[in-house]
Nanobody, 123 residues
Framework: QVQVAESGGGLVQPGGSLRLSCAAS????????IGWFRQAPGSEREFVAYITWSGANTFYAHAVKGRFTISRDNAKNSVYLQMNSLKPEDTAVYYC????????????????WGKGTQATVSP
């Protein structure tokens, strides 16, 4: 059963913007905080940002703070990642999923990863 589905990636020039969308299952969306993660070429998957159920608490990795904004729409079971002022080092496959707020990794329940969405920042 598909639990998360990412979309919105693409190819942009440095300084450009992308808005990623995450459609989550009702179970995941209503019971867990949601995080965005990314995996760059040759790198481990890393934490990008999270948002709690109410949307009142957000947190960002240092590398994206001030440039990315995470938000959610509870009526649509969706979480978004607005990415501005993109840099080549932001190039990665972006994933969303339930997050363990303590470790900032995939939640201990280990829900399946989606396919992710590719964001490429290049001249």
């Amino acid at each position: 059963q598909v639990q998360v589905a990412e979309s919105g990636g693409g190819l942009v020039q440095p300084g450009g913007s992308l808005r990623l969308s995450c459609a989550a299952s009702e179970w995941i969306f209503n019971n867990y905080a949601i995080g965005w993660f990314r995996q760059a070429p040759g790198s481990e998957r890393e934490f990008v940002a999270y948002i709690t159920w109410s949307g009142a608490n957000t947190f960002y990795a240092h590398a994206v703070k001030g440039r990315f904004t995470i938000s959610r729409d509870n009526a649509k079971n969706s979480v978004y990642l607005q990415m501005n002022s993109l840099k080549p080092e932001d190039t990665a496959v972006y994933y969303c999923n339930a997050i363990n707020l303590g470790t900032r990794r995939l939640h201990d329940a280990f829900p399946p990863w989606g396919k992710g969405t590719q964001a490429t920042v290049s001249p």
